[in-house]
Each structure stands twice: as C-alpha cells, then as structure tokens.
C-alpha cells in the first residue's frame, strides 16, 4: 500500500526500501523526542490555563489596539513557557530579523560594544549589526562591535572571550543554532555554561540568545539559564507552522520594556499594537509548537542517518544530540544542491510544480537557493531546504508540519538526486 502511494509521489522502491531500513535503527531516538515533546505541550498547556485564555483572547483588535487582551495575554503566556519576567510578541515584528534587530538596538546606546562570543552571526544580522555597511545599523549608531571565533573543534574560546570583555562591552549575542556555517548549535545546558562565565568576568551584562530555529528541541530553554533575553521568529519553530507573521522576544522586564519603546514609540511601548486578525493562529500556533519542531527534529535525524549513509558529512550527524531543528548536509556541488532542492519541492504541497532556482537575496552576500512550498510564504519550520551558493556547498534542511511529510520531503530529495546520478544505491 505505502509502496503504491510512494509510487504515484514519484519515490522508487529502491529509494523507500533504504528509507525503512534508516527508521528501523531511529526507534529509541524518536521514543526520547516524543518525550521532549509531551513535556513541552505540557508546559505551553499550563501557561494558557494559569493566564485564563479566553474565547475573547482569539479575537483581535484594529486601530491602536488599546487594552487588546489577547495581544497582553498572549505575552503572559509566552513569558511563563520561557520563564521569563516579560515578552513582546506581535505581528508588528515582521520576522527574526527585525525582533533581533529591536532587542539590540533596544538595549545598546551610542559608545557601547556588542560581543558576539560563538564567531560571525547569521548573515542577516551582519547588516544589523554593521559588519557590512547598512543605513541605520549599530555601528553607525556608535555601537561598536567585537567578536570571538569558536576553536577550531567548536568550542568556546574562553581565554579570548575574557580578553575580549572589556569596559564598553554592554550586550553579548549566542546564537543557539548554526546558521548557514558547519559549526555545531549549542545545546542550552553549554549556552548556560558560557553565561555563567561571561557574568563572572563582567556581572552586569546583558547577554541574549538567538533562538532561532532551537524552541522546544530540549526541555528548557536559554532563559532558564541565566539568557536576559531569547528572540526567535514566529515563522519557525514557536509558530508551530499557523503564525501568519511575527516574532517574539522574552526576557528581563527592563529589557523588554524598551524593545516595546524601540518598536513603537517611546512613551508609548507596550500600550498600542493591534493584533488585526492573528491572535487565534498565534495562540493555536504555539499549542501546536512543541509536537511541530518534534517532526521536524524526526526528519532532521532521518535524513543525516540516510545521507550518511550514501557518504555524505552532516552536521550534526545521525547520532549526535539534537539542539535546534537544521540539518546540514554537505553535498559538495552546486548540481546536487540544486537536485536536492527540487526534490524537497516538489513534495511540497503548494508549489509543488515550481523548479528553485540560485539568486540572490537582500541580507545574503552569496546567491541563495531555497525550496519551500509553504502554506506562509518563507515559513521554514515547514519543509523547506535552502543554502548559500558557496563552498562546502551544503544545503540546510529544515522542517515539516508533520513527521510523515519530512520523512516524504527527504526521500522524495534523494530521489531526485538519484535519478541525476548524483548518488549511487
Ligand atoms: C532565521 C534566522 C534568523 C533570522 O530570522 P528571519 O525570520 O529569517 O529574519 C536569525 N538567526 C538565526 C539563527 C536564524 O535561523
């Protein structure tokens, strides 16, 4: 039956038959993520219930948005689920980018230094920050910035970190995930461990974490351990695939004061910000979040054992724990990101007839390919598969709403990588 239907997709017996050997070795490993997940739902569960969301809370609001009480508790729900004294979460923040972007310039002033401990940020963040010139970035704003290149073997670089901290160093920036580099993403208990060596050299800092990508993937998160705030974009993992737009950032009540200030007006803050018509997938989103990023991270692990398999490196690799939902696996030429990239197209269900193609994008230096059929355009805690034109020539693979669809979305790419020649089974 499941062979047929495989059939009429476009996937192979021989593909699917080296698919159900892989899942036959990954049982104990998906048991342990169903875990994960179940005690994620139960955390997002009690948030909803301590804070009363109500029928009213789903209904949204126009105009300012004065006293929008599903935008309010919706804050109060996020701020319970990461521990955190505060959060601002809204569709006004247009994607990870832009929280990321206000939860810095928020929180430094002119004269300040920005430290990034864990080597170059993501690419988008380069323009924020100045390391390529931008109108309006921190540096022309006289925010300064050092950074401190993980070890050759990925860990952290102590001994510099603490030459780095000096008197104008005000704000450090982890990145949890890896981004578009073959670093490894660092589990929280390690984020934990270099804030607690970065408050010891300098108390007083702030430190925030990109979260991007890392939501539910373990049980807590970096606000659990000492992070004054986490950012992330709604389009991924807290979104939970129905999150139209958005992004949130959950921290320190005085941190997260001015972000409102930064996003709207100072004076105004947290006051205004309608919620036009989103605050039922944002709230149904988050629900769903946790057993989401659990699929995810099940086809995450199911493609690096497949593409390990067939001699490809992958990072992190099949049997590595699991700290945020990418896969990168390390095709080696533009030709077979390009296969692999159509194959995780075409088992998309929008678009699933579209071919991606190489360009570029505002915020990347290198052409970018990306394969997504999303139900919101760009979401990539849905299927979706992307990767800069440059060596190593890795593609990042991410996503699926569903288990089922990765576990499609991954063999339907090796198809087509296959019927190029590209690979050998
Ligand atoms: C996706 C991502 C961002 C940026 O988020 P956008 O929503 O694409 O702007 C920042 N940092 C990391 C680690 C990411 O994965």
Same mark, same amino acid.
């Given at each position: 039956m499941k062979t047929e239907m495989y059939l009429a997709l476009g996937i192979s017996p021989r593909v699917a038959a080296l698919g159900e050997e892989i899942l036959a070795g990954l049982e104990e490993r998906f048991k342990a993520i169903d875990e994960t997940a179940e005690y994620n739902q139960a955390k997002v569960l009690l948030a909803m219930q301590k804070n009363r969301v109500s029928a009213e809370c789903l209904t949204g609001t126009t105009g300012y948005g004065h006293d929008d009480k599903g935008r309010d508790t919706l804050e109060r729900v996020y701020a319970d689920v990461f521990h955190t004294e505060a959060a601002l979460v809204r569709p006004a923040l247009t994607c990870g980018t832009h929280a990321l972007a206000t939860a810095l310039s928020a929180n430094l002033l002119p004269g300040d230094e920005l430290l990034s401990p864990v080597g170059r940020p993501y690419d988008t963040l380069e323009e924020v920050i100045g390391i390529r010139p931008s109108p309006c970035s921190l540096k022309e704003f006289g925010v300064s910035y050092r950074q401190v290149d993980l070890r050759p073997d990925g860990t952290f670089d102590y001994e510099n970190i603490k030459n780095a901290i000096n008197e104008k160093t005000k704000l450090v920036t982890i990145q949890r995930s890896k981004g578009y580099q073959m670093r490894p993403s660092f589990s929280v208990k390690e984020i934990g461990e270099l804030i607690a060596f970065i408050k010891r050299v300098k108390p007083g800092l702030t430190v925030m974490v990109d979260n991007c990508y890392g939501e539910f993937t373990e049980e807590t998160e970096p606000s659990d351990v000492g992070a004054d705030m986490v950012v992330g974009s !709604?389009?991924?993992?807290? @979104? @939970? @695939? !129905?999150?139209p737009i958005g992004g949130y950032i959950a921290g320190k009540q005085a941190c997260i004061d001015r972000c409102h200030y930064r996003l709207t007006a100072p004076g105004i803050g947290q006051d205004v910000g309608a919620s036009l018509d989103v605050s039922r997938s944002l709230y149904q989103g988050f629900f769903l979040a946790p057993t989401v990023a659990a699929g995810a991270l099940k086809g995450a692990i199911f493609a690096a054992n497949l593409y390990e398999r067939l001699g490809f490196a992958c990072v992190p690799n099949g049997r590595e724990s699991r700290h945020d939902i990418i896969q990168s696996i390390r095709l080696g030429s533009k030709e077979a990101m390009e296969a692999f990239c159509s194959g995780i197209q075409a088992a998309a269900p929008v678009d699933s007839f579209a071919t991606p193609v190489p360009c570029p994008i505002p915020g990347y230096d290198d052409e970018v390919i990306m394969a997504a059929g999303a139900f919101i355009q760009g979401a990539s805690i849905e299927l979706s598969a992307d990767g800069p034109i440059r060596p190593p020539y890795a593609v990042y693979f991410q996503g699926g709403l569903t288990w089922a669809h990765a576990k499609i979305g991954v063999l339907m790419s090796l198809q087509k990588l296959y019927e190029k020649g590209l690979v050998s089974l």
């Open positions: !709604l389009i991924k993992n807290p @979104g @939970g @695939g !129905l999150a």
